[in-house]
């Protein structure tokens, strides 16, 4: 058993290594069309810019994107800053320089990896898939008879910050600079997955699809670790197959079955404010100009968060949300369990918490609200500021860093859930429904807690779960994502999730269940 | 204001601290030699295994106890002067109290075995101890075997430490079956079924005659009363605890095994107080024995006793026993009281219900004339500390408990039920047609 891991992990490091080296290798040839191409597709009026091409990159052979992308983006520096200052302005091209090399690279691929997508697919996605599976499932003999098990989580160095951890921790987020910053490296990726997504949405492959299915594929992996980890406790399994399930049909298929029949790309889970660019004015554009079902997204969006979510939150807590549903949690729960029991438990980190994810909220709203009225009023400056600029503030520090690099990378080092405790601005929203109008609450067992921990240190929200069970209370926080491992690890059976009536929900306690009745009304009557 | 000085950090000391906090602006004082701050002793193991570190144990941040003006002293009380209300610390340091509360918790049980001060032998008690099993057993390179000898809660957490490390344990066990002086026949068994899928050694009906040393006076080998010689790098010795009181001999406390008290947790000397591990009632409290040794009710000591040195005098009044603890992956829970085979009365009768499969079983006891319920043990099945506690206040019969048994459920969500099974064997075995109620939040919360 033992054996079949150890080749599992050299034949996953073998598919890692292959897709890390990736985004440096490869042969692009810009031959005339591909010019041309460009620029009847980005509609280029900036001969200078074409001039460019044609002498720098046409018919020539480049080894590597990192020859020919500074090509491309200085070459379009360039010929903008000679329109601005010509004040050309119709010849200005907005397309970002990387991203248009992105979009040259991806038509000019050619040699083994452009020519093999379907044998490069298995040498990073399959061997990965099948290394990682052969280190997961011998498991099921390996961890013993079922059970909580958690030995040595603080002995390794994956799991207790060591070296390993921090290798994680700069792959993944060199993996998110890559994708959000630095696009065009990731044209290799997109070759391996176009075979994918023309099966899907009729289109090649770019690296925001590359992103969502290694996420599935992740996610489905890791999701097979979590059913034998916990397979003494069903909530688990259940919960860990609904935000599969969200995840590939409605995050992964939908959207790009949609992009197929002509209608808008739209995650029909992903709810406002967390999806934060859905009143942004190119997408109300494009939702207004699709017809009918452009109407039904806008309304759905609307309902969706205005009605749908609270209401679900009262009846169930805000986990019917964000640890069976959404995207993040989801891959929060798969990939990211073997790192919960790095969040912060401190009273600090929690008044840091609360400033943070409520700043946020208020950063989208406001920042929504200028784009509502400027989309209305047509005007692009809301008190003398730039909605435009608002809106690229927030796309980057929080929808790039906030919830990318830092809510996933820092994983082996913060823990799984950084974006959902401190950072997303739907979390906050759920959190005040969940605080003071819900049914949903952890039910805490009497006077049965031995104060040991372990609920605590595994909660990865960091929510200081003993402090409550040792003084015989419920549990009853905004940000409890109600993903119920506090309530598997308790050895005692202390913790229960569970939805019921409102009154008697937050029961504070002095004196436990179990000592003098005199004595406990005396002390617990407030 | 007075000072209250209290000698011990455990959960009984603290929370009493905590409580006289709460009530009252009095001075306090918490000694211990043990560790700077309280941790949780019941979490001892999840940090050998892994599960946990060190800090994870400690229920408050460090910063509390200043916030809340709780001095605490890192120092070992060796003498106790009630006449001059004065302690003495092995420094040599002295501190005056106007109370004292000892509240010094226990240590492992040594029965004058030979050999039982060999090095690698050793009890599974305090932070040093853990400490010790982390420099005698790391690994199972240097600790081929381990023999564990005594078979309570203690003994099977040691032994489950230990496997965590892959370190093969043999287990003695003095009773013809895992702790059946405290669990009836079908519970007992099945947990030896369980220890023995573990890959345990267990050997039960066998007694610790002697630990062999090898030539450094390390433990080697122990020998068994049935003639068993088993070679081992580390010995466990699990075999109960005793009250920690040595320290007072010459105190004029009385003392028995324990610090003796009476139901205000008051000593024989003036001001002076006993709870936790280390009191002993003169007489046990209702079906509870004189020395109770867990941490439910060293909290609830701690609790009673505050009231007390705040003005409020309150004896210490105990509602119904519960209890839990884990073996190995299975959960057990109690409510009122279940005894053996070995010490129920006559009048107490068993009903038990024990998955085909699974390591899950139920024991009902009830009184045969009466029916009337008296407790009830889990294993694998999480129970509602408020319903059965509730249900043993009203004196509910067990025909009440079955029909409502579903309100009593704790398990987490999606779980399978076996309340209709129980039911079915119940009414099978009595002839009874009971119906199962559906779970009702009425009823659970009729209470809150
Ligand atoms: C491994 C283990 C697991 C357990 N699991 C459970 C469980 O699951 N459920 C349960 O109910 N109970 C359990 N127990 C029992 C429970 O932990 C004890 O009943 C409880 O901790 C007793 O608390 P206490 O406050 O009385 O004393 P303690 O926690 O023992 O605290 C006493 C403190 O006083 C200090 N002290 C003693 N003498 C002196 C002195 N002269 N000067 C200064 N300091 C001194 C000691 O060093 C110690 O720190 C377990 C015990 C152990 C060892
Ligand atoms: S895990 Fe259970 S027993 Fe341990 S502190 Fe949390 S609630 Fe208490």
Known sequence: MKVLQNIGIVIFLVGLSTFAALPLLGTFKVDKTIVQEIVSDNSIKSELFIQDLETKIQDKEFNGIQSLSPIIVSALANANATHRKNKEYKKVIYTKGRDMAGSIAKKSGV????????????????LGIIGALLFIVPQVVLLGPKGIKNDGIYHQSSTNKGWIAWLVFIFLVSFYLVLYFRPEYATNWTYLVDPISESLSGNPAGHWFVYGFMYCIVMSVMAVRMYIKYRNNIYQVVRTTSVLFFQIVFAFLIPEIMVRLQMPYYDFKNAFPL??????????????????????????????????????????????????????????????????????????????????????????????????????????????????????????????????????????????????????????????????????????????????GNCSTYCEQ????????????????????????????????????????????????????????????????? | MNHIVIIGNGISGVTLARHVRKLSNNRITIISAESDYFFS????????????KFEHTQPYENWFWKKNKIDLVNGFVEKVAPDSKKLTLKDGSTITYDKLVIATGSKPNKFGWPGQDLKGVQGLYSKQDLE?????????????????????????????????????????????????????EGESTM?????????????????????????????????????????????????????????????????????????????????????????????????????????????????????????????????????????????????????????????????????????????????????????????????????????????????????YLKDANFDPEFYKLYEAEIVNKYNAAFNKNIRLEKKSWKRIFSKA
């Open chain 1, 111 to 126: 040699g083994f990896i452009a020519e093999n997508k379907g044998l490069m697919w298995f040498l990073t996605f399959g």
């Open chain 1, 275 to 452: 999806d934060y660019d859905f009143f942004f004015q190119w997408n109300l554009k494009t939702l207004l100009d699709s017809g009918g079902i452009g109407i039904f997204i806008l309304f759905w969006g609307i309902i969706l968060t205005l009605v749908i979510v609270p209401v679900m939150v009262y009846f169930f807590g805000k986990r019917w949300y964000c640890s069976w549903v959404c995207g993040c949690g989801g891959l929060a729960e798969t990939l990211g369990d073997p790192y919960r029991q790095h969040s912060d438990k401190s009273l600090f980190a929690w008044k840091v918490e609360r400033w943070l994810i409520h700043g946020v909220l208020l950063f989208a709203v406001v920042m929504t609200g200028m784009t509502l009225y400027s989309f209305f009023s047509e005007t692009g400056t809301v008190l003398g500021i730039k909605t435009q600029s608002v809106q690229n503030v927030y796309s980057l520090a929080v929808g790039s860093i906030f919830a990318g690099v830092i809510g996933t990378g820092f994983y082996p080092i913060f823990g799984n859930r950084v974006w959902c405790r401190f950072g997303c601005p739907l979390a906050a929203y759920l959190g005040f429904v969940q605080r003071f109008k819900s049914r949903f609450r952890i039910t805490t067992n009497g006077g049965q807690c031995i104060s040991c």
């Open chain 1, 462 to 526: 960091g929510i200081d779960v003993r402090a409550y069970a040792q003084k015989g209370e419920n549990i009853v926080r905004s940000s409890c994502v109600g993903c119920g491992v506090c309530s598997a690890v308790c050895p005692r059976g202390v913790l229960k999730l569970e939805n019921g009536p409102e009154k008697g929900r937050i029961n504070s306690k002095d004196v436990l269940l179990g000592n003098d009745v005199n004595l406990m009304d005396l002390v617990n009557k407030k």
């Open chain 2, 41 to 52: 002793r019941t979490a001892l193991m999840y940090v050998y295994m892994g599960h946990m």
């Open chain 2, 132 to 184: 010790l099993l982390e420099k005698n057993a790391p690994n199972n390179a240097i600790c081929n075997r381990a023999v564990i000898v005594g078979g309570g809660l203690i003994g099977i957490e040691m032994a489950e430490m230990l496997r965590s490390r892959k370190i093969p344990v043999t287990f003695l066990v003095r009773e013809k079956s895992f702790w059946n002086g405290v669990l009836t």
């Open chain 2, 191 to 403: 947990i030896n079924e369980h220890i023995l899928e573990h890959h345990i050694d267990l050997r039960l009906d066998t007694n610790l005659e002697e630990i062999i040393s090898d030539e450094n006076g390390r433990a080697r080998a122990v020998v068994t009363d049935k003639g068993d010689i088993i070679e081992c790098n580390v010995v466990g010795l699990t075999a109960g605890v005793t009250p920690n009181i040595d320290f007072l001999k010459e105190s004029c406390i009385e003392l028995g095994r324990g610090v003796k008290v009476n139901r205000f947790l008051e000593t024989s000397a003036k001001d002076v107080y006993a709870i936790g591990d280390c009191a002993e009632q003169h007489e046990g409290i209702g079906s509870r024995r004189p020395i109770e040794a867990v941490w439910y009710t060293g909290r609830m000591m701690g609790e009673a006793l505050a009231q007390t040195l705040c003005d409020n005098p309150r004896e210490y009044n105990p509602g119904h026993w519960f209890n839990s603890a884990k073996f190995l992956d299975v959960e057990y829970q109690t409510y009122g009281w279940v005894f053996s085979e070995r010490s129920k009365e006559d009048h107490e009768h068993h009903f038990h219900w024990r998955h085909p499969k699974e390591k899950i079983c139920i024991t009902i006891a009830y009184h045969k004339d009466t029916m009337k319920f008296l407790g009830i043990n889990t294993f694998g099945i999480r129970m509602r500390h408020e319903v059965f506690d509730q249900w043993l206040t009203e004196n509910k019969d067990v025909d009440h408990v079955m029909t």
